[in-house]
C-alpha cells in the first residue's frame, strides 16, 4: 500500500497530465486538494493507531488488574445467569469504617446489590457465600432480613466460619450449607468500652438479643432453648461465653440444614429455582 505522500505525488502528476490545458490558478486548486485529501487521510489513520493503541492498553491493565485482584488474567462471565453470587467476607462493617487493615463488608454495599437482583427479572437464585468473622450487629441484621425477604430463592455456604451476627447471615435463605471443616461462634451481644447507663445498656442489649435469636429460631431449625444454651456455655472460649460449632455440629443443632461445598450448593439452588418454576 502506498504512502499518502507518495499517494499525494502521484495525483498531482496526474493532475499535470490530464489538466494541461487549463490554466495555473485552476491547477492550483487541483493541487491544493489533493494535498488536503492526502493529509486528512494521514491524520485519520493516526488517530486510529492511537486508538487501537489505547485498546491494546486497555486490555492489558484489566488483565494487570485481573491478576491484581483475583489472580488469574480473566474473570470467568456468564451473561445469560440465573443464579447471582454475593460473598460476605471479613468484617460486616456497619455506621462507623472498620480497622483499614482488615477485610470488610461494607452493607451499604450489599443492599443496594440485592435490591438489584430482585429487581432483575433474569436472576431467579442467589448463592450466599460466607466468610465472616461478624461485626456491627445492626448492619448484620439488616442484611439478614433483607436477605430473607426477598423473592428470589437463596442458598447459603458456610465456608471458613460464620461468627457472631455471620449466624443469622447464615440462616437467612431458603436453605443453607456448611462446610465440613468450617465453623460458626455462637455467642451473646456484647460491647467494648465505657459504658454510661449500665442498667439503660444492659436493657438495651437484652432486647437486642431477643431480635437476634428471635430471627435464628424463626429462620433455622434450632430452638430457642438450645440457642440460648449454646450462647451461655462457658467451657469453650477462653475470654467470652458462647460455643464453637464444627461443621456437622451445627446441623446437629439444626441451625444449619446440611452439610456440603459448592457443589451441592448450587445443585440444591437450581433444585429449588425448577421447583418455583413448575408452580
Same mark, same amino acid.
Given at each position: 500500500?502506498?504512502?499518502?505522500?507518495?499517494?499525494?505525488?502521484?495525483?498531482?502528476?496526474?493532475?499535470?497530465?490530464?489538466?494541461?490545458?487549463?490554466?495555473?490558478?485552476?491547477?492550483?486548486?487541483?493541487?491544493?486538494?489533493?494535498?488536503?485529501?492526502?493529509?486528512?487521510?494521514?491524520?485519520?489513520?493516526?488517530?486510529?493507531?492511537?486508538?487501537?493503541?489505547?485498546?491494546?492498553?486497555?486490555?492489558?491493565?484489566?488483565?494487570?488488574?485481573?491478576?491484581?485482584?483475583?489472580?488469574?488474567?480473566?474473570?470467568?462471565?456468564?451473561?445469560?445467569? =440465573?443464579?447471582?453470587?454475593?460473598?460476605?467476607?471479613?468484617?460486616?462493617?456497619?455506621?462507623?469504617?472498620?480497622?483499614?487493615?482488615?477485610?470488610?463488608?461494607?452493607? =451499604?454495599?450489599?443492599?443496594?446489590?440485592?435490591?438489584?437482583?430482585?429487581?432483575?427479572?433474569?436472576?431467579?437464585?442467589?448463592?450466599?457465600?460466607?466468610?465472616?468473622?461478624?461485626?456491627?450487629? =445492626?448492619?448484620?441484621?439488616?442484611?439478614?432480613?433483607?436477605?430473607?425477604?426477598?423473592?428470589?430463592?437463596?442458598?447459603?455456604?458456610?465456608?471458613?466460619?460464620?461468627?457472631?451476627?455471620?449466624?443469622?447471615?447464615?440462616?437467612?435463605?431458603?436453605?443453607?450449607?456448611?462446610?465440613?471443616?468450617?465453623?460458626?461462634?455462637?455467642?451473646?451481644?456484647?460491647?467494648?468500652?465505657?459504658?454510661?447507663?449500665?442498667?439503660?445498656?444492659?436493657?438495651?442489649?437484652?432486647?437486642?438479643?431477643?431480635?437476634?435469636?428471635?430471627?435464628?429460631?424463626?429462620?433455622?431449625?434450632?430452638?430457642?432453648?438450645?440457642?440460648?444454651?449454646?450462647?451461655?456455655?462457658?467451657?469453650?472460649?477462653?475470654?467470652?461465653?458462647?460455643?464453637?460449632?464444627?461443621?456437622?455440629?451445627?446441623?446437629?443443632?439444626?441451625?444449619?440444614?446440611?452439610?456440603?461445598?459448592?457443589?451441592?450448593?448450587?445443585?440444591?439452588?437450581?433444585?429449588?429455582?425448577?421447583?418455583?418454576?413448575?408452580?
Amino acid at each position: 500500500m502506498k504512502k499518502h505522500e507518495d499517494f499525494c505525488s502521484d495525483y498531482i502528476k496526474f493532475c499535470d497530465w490530464k489538466f494541461e490545458g487549463i490554466d495555473e490558478l485552476e491547477k492550483n486548486a487541483v493541487q491544493n486538494l489533493a494535498q488536503n485529501v492526502a493529509q486528512n487521510a494521514s491524520q485519520s489513520t493516526s488517530q486510529n493507531t492511537a486508538e487501537n493503541n489505547k485498546t491494546e492498553n486497555t486490555k492489558e491493565n484489566q488483565v494487570i488488574q485481573n491478576i491484581n485482584e483475583i489472580g488469574a488474567p480473566k474473570v470467568p462471565t456468564n451473561e445469560n445467569k =440465573e443464579i447471582q453470587c454475593i460473598t460476605i467476607i471479613g468484617e460486616i462493617e456497619g455506621h462507623f469504617m472498620g480497622n483499614p487493615q482488615k477485610k470488610a463488608t461494607k452493607y =451499604e454495599h450489599i443492599i443496594p446489590m440485592l435490591y438489584s437482583v430482585e429487581e432483575d427479572p433474569q436472576i431467579k437464585g442467589i448463592l450466599v457465600i460466607l466468610n465472616t468473622v461478624g461485626g456491627d450487629v =445492626e448492619a448484620g441484621l439488616a442484611m439478614a432480613e433483607l436477605i430473607n425477604s426477598l423473592s428470589k430463592k437463596v442458598v447459603t455456604l458456610v465456608l471458613g466460619g460464620s461468627h457472631s451476627i455471620g449466624v443469622p447471615l447464615a440462616t437467612a435463605g431458603d436453605y443453607s450449607f456448611i462446610a465440613p471443616s468450617a465453623t460458626m461462634i455462637v455467642h451473646p451481644v456484647r460491647t467494648n468500652g465505657l459504658v454510661i447507663g449500665v442498667n439503660e445498656t444492659f436493657e438495651y442489649f437484652k432486647k437486642m438479643q431477643e431480635r437476634i435469636n428471635d430471627f435464628i429460631v424463626r429462620t433455622s431449625n434450632i430452638s430457642k432453648e438450645n440457642l440460648t444454651k449454646l450462647m451461655h456455655a462457658k467451657d469453650e472460649l477462653v475470654s467470652d461465653v458462647g460455643s464453637v460449632l464444627i461443621g456437622k455440629e451445627a446441623v446437629e443443632y439444626g441451625l444449619i440444614d446440611e452439610v456440603g461445598g459448592l457443589k451441592e450448593s448450587l445443585t440444591k439452588l437450581k433444585d429449588l429455582i425448577k421447583e418455583c418454576d413448575n408452580k
